[in-house]
């Protein structure tokens, strides 16, 4: 069986290189995508720079609004901004946002550095991701607009959802009550 196996990968790799299947990729977009460390909840790994609201706004309105909506309200794709703070159990998934719903600062900053915009994954510069941050932050009224965000202040930043990371204690399970979009 492993005989098998091993000449249909031999073949397959034949027959891909015959009629030339795949793109070569080169060292500079390897590099695009190659993001580490991988920023953790208490904020190892998040690179030097620093965020401002109203730059935010700004990269928002041109990269991000045409997918989220003008106020983070979502469509075509999901809502950013939304109340109530924080889930519970009669909350509806499309209601799920950044600020009822993310427990770390530092994984939004993760996540928007990695896939955001839409199709464009990992072409934010660290800056851009730190203002959009501090936007989207503001926006949810976790901070104020004249809170800086950077590699010191946004691991100490509170999410109102943090709490949701407790176990139930009957379930012993977290989230028990919920069900993903």
Same mark, same amino acid.
């Given at each position: 069986?492993? +005989?098998?196996?091993?000449?249909?990968?031999?073949?397959?790799?034949?027959?891909? #290189? *015959? $009629? /030339?299947?795949?793109?070569?990729?080169?060292?500079?977009?390897?590099?695009?995508? %190659?993001? /580490? &460390?991988?920023?953790? &909840? %208490?904020? /190892?790994?998040?690179?030097?720079?620093?965020?401002?609201?109203?730059?935010? *706004?700004?990269?928002?309105?041109?990269?991000?609004?045409?997918?989220?909506?003008?106020?983070?309200?979502?469509?075509?794709?999901?809502?950013?901004?939304?109340?109530?703070?924080?889930?519970?159990?009669?909350?509806?998934?499309?209601?799920? #946002?950044?600020? !009822?719903? @993310?427990?770390? &600062?530092?994984?939004?900053?993760?996540?928007?550095?990695?896939?955001?915009?839409?199709?464009?994954?990992?072409?934010?510069?660290?800056?851009?991701?730190?203002?959009?941050?501090?936007?989207?932050? $503001?926006? !949810?009224?976790?901070?104020? #607009?004249?809170?800086?965000?950077?590699?010191?202040?946004?691991? *100490?930043?509170?999410? &109102?959802?943090?709490?949701?990371?407790?176990? %139930?204690?009957?379930?012993? +399970? /977290?989230?028990? @009550?919920?069900?993903?979009?």
């Amino acid at each position: 069986m492993s +005989r098998l196996l091993l000449v249909l990968v031999v073949l397959g790799l034949a027959f891909a #290189a *015959r $009629y /030339r299947l795949g793109t070569p990729i080169s060292e500079e977009l390897a590099a695009q995508y %190659d993001l /580490r &460390p991988v920023v953790l &909840p %208490d904020g /190892r790994g998040l690179p030097p720079g620093e965020g401002k609201v109203e730059e935010g *706004r700004r990269i928002y309105a041109e990269k991000c609004a045409s997918c989220h909506g003008a106020n983070g309200e979502g469509y075509p794709f999901n809502r950013l901004v939304s109340e109530p703070f924080p889930i519970t159990p009669d909350t509806e998934p499309v209601e799920y #946002a950044i600020g !009822n719903y @993310w427990q770390y &600062p530092t994984t939004l900053f993760d996540y928007i550095r990695r896939a955001m915009p839409f199709g464009q994954g990992g072409t934010l510069s660290n800056e851009e991701v730190y203002h959009l941050v501090a936007y989207l932050l $503001y926006m !949810n009224g976790i901070t104020d #607009a004249s809170t800086p965000v950077n590699q010191a202040t946004l691991p *100490r930043i509170r999410m &109102p959802a943090r709490d949701l990371l407790h176990l %139930d204690p009957e379930t012993k +399970r /977290r989230f028990p @009550w919920l069900t993903l979009p």
